[in-house]
């Protein structure tokens, strides 16, 4: 069942304050995009909740890609994407909607473990060659 982000009582025209604080339109995708965070977090808490691999969780998994990408096109709208994305910005995106929140945590641990493990590296290597290092 898709909704459609339009409606008639969305669509009227804004109250007075409003127009004078933002341009046409902009609080309603801002209250559009509030409605989708919502939705988006009630989706992702079906899915965790949800029996691993089963048809209500496939749907429920489904259903926050849809509203991620409905948020991507709001961003968007509203000036709020980032105007440079290098690959690994898009690499990530696509990777976590593929996993589970749980595998995501996982990777996301092991990622700040390795960044964590590299930058002691770093502190370490200049002190390692000091007077008494053999090289």
Do not use: Y
Not at 97 to 114: D, Y
């Amino acid at each position: 069942m898709r909704h459609g982000l339009a409606r008639p009582e969305q669509s009227q025209s804004p109250s007075p304050e409003t127009s004078c604080r933002l341009p046409h339109g902009i609080e309603s995708l801002r209250q559009q995009r509030a409605h989708l965070l919502r939705a988006l977090a009630a989706a992702e808490a079906s899915v965790r909740t949800l029996p691993a691999g089963s048809l209500q969780q496939a749907k429920a998994r489904a259903r926050v890609t849809r509203l991620q990408n409905e948020l991507r096109r709001l961003k968007a709208a509203l000036g709020m994407a980032k105007p440079r994305q290098n690959l690994g910005d898009f690499l990530i995106e696509m990777f976590r909607e593929r996993v589970s929140h749980n595998e995501w945590q996982c990777i996301v641990t092991e990622a700040r473990r390795h960044h964590d493990l590299k930058a002691a590296e770093r502190q370490i290597g200049p002190l390692g060659a000091g007077p008494g290092a053999q090289s």
